[in-house]
């Protein structure tokens, strides 16, 4: 046995260090998206949650939400108060009651702040950026973000070898029958995640980008031939590109309305006409769409009193603006699918460079036990050799 030390009767090669580090850098790297967009996707539930309760007048989910509200404004402010005034016994005792106070009082300010946390809720739903998204609530952005956190779960578990697999046969091989059998698995893996990828892409393109299925051959025109993926790739990346546009001009309406929604100004009764108007020709829609469909979109200041929504409409009417941006986002799946099939293609080289080891318990261990593993693996290479 050389000096080097050896893992499934594989030295460590010194091109896998870079493999290492850069194995690390992506697992942090998932690890910290993982956690915002977890703290993001609980923000979102908290915040529909919050206006929900606020908005409803008078019914149960109303009452509790105040009450609860209540129990911890009251709770806190007289634990923080008793830290200086009042003995430990003293404090325990009036944070409960004033906790059960707030609970208590919660019917009685039932109607406080409905017309606000409506104004702000139908806001959030009808006429801003998170609009485009289907809004906050099911199936909006919550539940793509928890659809983006399945897949930054599932990427992390494969580059710790933590993936779902059967490893019945694993269990009777030696070391180096393992290394095989577990690098076949992973580049089929790897190669049913690609494929998964463009089939998601292909029915995403077709389905929702409405790119059409085929085409007249070259060839021959009285004949269909399937559309090419450059073609596919084409529209996806056109309609990419309005899209980005249309959140830009979306975001500038939010800018102009939330000081209003936060005053308490009804989000759908300050833009009119004139100031529709001058907004529309801010933008260069005439980069995205045609001069018709954007003079379409024009009001007539012959109605000045009239009111229009802050929302962004899609010129030429071929869309909704509401939930636009789903057609976007469900391109995680493919995303997902991708670095999931590249995480397998790592693990693999990560092997072959004698970095890592295959054994079916050690995806289960600790990193101590892990050590062990890798021990006892080296134990065995040694004993085979001699």
């Known amino acids: 046995m050389t000096d080097e030390a050896k893992t499934d009767g594989i030295a460590k090669q010194a091109w896998g260090e870079r493999l290492v580090r850069f194995d690390a850098s992506w697992t942090k790297l998932e690890a910290r998206l993982c956690a915002a967009v977890l703290i993001a996707n609980v923000a979102a539930l908290v915040v529909w949650v919050l206006l ?19 129990a911890a404004v009251l709770g806190g402010i007289v634990h ?27 019917k009685l300010w039932a109607h406080v702040g409905v017309s606000y946390s409506s104004n702000v809720q139908n806001w ?10 289907g809004g906050l609530r099911t199936p909006g952005l919550a539940t ?16 710790q070898g933590k993936h779902i697999n059967v490893d019945v046969i694993m269990r009777f091989l030696t070391p180096k029958m393992r290394v095989p059998v577990a690098l076949l698995g992973w580049m089929t893996a790897a190669a049913v995640c690609f494929a998964g990828a463009w089939g998601f892409f292909d029915h995403i393109a077709i389905q929702s980008f409405h790119v059409a299925k085929d085409q007249p051959c070259a060839h021959d025109a009285t004949k269909r031939c399937d559309a090419t993926a450059s073609d596919k ?40 006409p004139a100031d529709w108007n001058a907004w529309m020709k801010e933008g260069n829609w005439r980069a995205h769409y045609k001069e018709e469909d954007i003079q379409a979109q024009m009001l007539s200041p012959d109605m000045p009193e009239l009111t229009k929504m802050p929302a962004v409409n899609v010129p030429g009417g071929a869309e909704d603006a509401r939930g636009l941006l789903t057609k976007d986002i469900d391109f995680i799946f493919v995303f997902g699918l991708v670095v999931i099939a590249l995480r397998f293609v790592l693990r693999s080289l990560l092997v072959l460079s004698g970095h890592i080891i295959v054994d079916p318990d050690a995806a289960h261990g600790e990193p101590e036990v892990l050590a062990i593993h890798e021990a006892s693996a080296v134990a065995a290479a040694t004993k085979e050799e001699a």
């Open 124 to 133: 959030i739903q009808n006429a801003s950026i998170f609009t485009l998204f």
């Open 80 to 106: 923080k108060l008793g830290k200086t005034r009042l003995e430990l016994r003293q404090r325990e005792i009036a944070t409960t009651l004033a906790v059960l106070v707030g609970l208590a009082t919660g």
């Open 52 to 70: 929900n309760g606020m908005s409803s007048e008078g019914n149960a989910s109303g009452v509790v939400l105040r009450g609860l509200i209540g």
């Open 144 to 159: 793509r973000l928890t659809l983006w956190l399945a897949l930054l779960g599932a990427s992390i578990a494969t580059g």
């Open 233 to 272: 790739l084409a529209k996806v990346e056109h309609d990419l590109g309005n899209d980005i546009f249309l959140i830009g001009r979306q975001m500038s309406l939010d800018l102009m309305t939330f000081p209003k929604v936060l005053s308490g100004q009804k989000y759908d009764q300050y833009l009119h």
